[in-house]
């Protein structure tokens, strides 16, 4: 048990289909992040929120909103997307970001497939 | 473009053996962290070593830190079945959009399989 829980951990969608990742951290963390991994890729951030406030966006695509609505909770809006973004998106936290360097807590992930 | 590359792609030991594994980088950094993730889960962070750090411990895990040759390495002594896994290097670069903090970038991992 990581303290990071995604939901759900596997979904099978078509292109034209809207649906929601859902991450959730008890560990009081400040910050939250969406990664996306894909077979044969290294670890691709995308988003990054701090205190609810989004920090970074890594040039990610607009069919991918997140949204953060408190410290905890971390959501990724899917909407028309495309079979290349069949990936696992891995939702992790960290207890802030400055440069004194901290451990991330990753979930387990959600496996999208796009049909 | 990708900051932290793993040698080599893919180990295979047999059970007792120890592992290494390297990983490079380019720019210079304030931190390198080490993490394992098992087949279907998440990454698991294994240690952290801190840019004035030679070297760090923990159990079974030795990691060396190079910054001259911006380098680092893993060393799973003594490997087990459940040491199976991949594991990556991860380097600290600013964010792109605002300048306060740093976020992590990830190789691509060295896959190991330890056989009984």
């Known amino acids: 048990e990581t303290g990071v829980t995604q939901t759900p951990r596997h979904l099978v969608m078509g292109m034209t289909n809207k649906k929601s990742l859902k991450c959730e951290q008890h560990?009081?963390?400040?910050?939250m992040y969406w990664y996306k991994q894909s077979a044969k890729k290294p670890l691709e951030l995308m988003f990054v929120y701090n205190f609810k406030e989004q920090t970074e966006n890594n040039s990610v695509p607009s069919r991918f909103s997140p949204e953060c609505p408190n410290s905890s909770h971390l959501f990724l809006h899917l909407h028309t997307l495309q079979p290349e973004d069949s990936a696992l998106y891995l939702c992790?936290?960290?207890?802030?970001?400055?440069?004194?360097?901290?451990?991330?807590?990753f979930g387990d992930g959600t496996r999208l497939s796009i049909l | 473009s990708q900051q932290g590359e793993e040698d080599p792609q893919a180990l295979s030991i047999q059970e007792g053996e120890n592992a290494t594994m390297n990983c490079s980088y380019k720019?210079?950094?304030?931190?390198l962290q080490w993490y394992r993730q098992n087949s279907g889960r998440g990454l698991v962070h294994l240690i952290l070593i801190r840019s004035n750090e030679r070297e760090k411990h923990s159990g079974r895990l030795r990691v060396t830190l190079d910054t001259s040759k911006k380098s680092s390495s893993l060393l799973i002594t003594a490997s087990r079945a459940a040491d199976t896994a991949s594991y990556f290097c991860?380097?600290?670069?600013?964010?792109?959009?605002?300048?306060?903090?740093?976020?992590?970038?990830f190789g691509g991992g060295t896959r190991v399989l330890v056989k009984p």
């Open positions: 720019t210079s950094i304030n931190n």
């Open positions: 560990l009081g963390h400040n910050a």
């Open positions: 992790a936290s960290s207890q802030d970001w400055d440069d004194t360097g901290w451990p991330q807590h």
């Open positions: 991860a380097t600290d670069v600013p964010f792109s959009i605002k300048a306060a903090g740093n976020k992590l970038t």
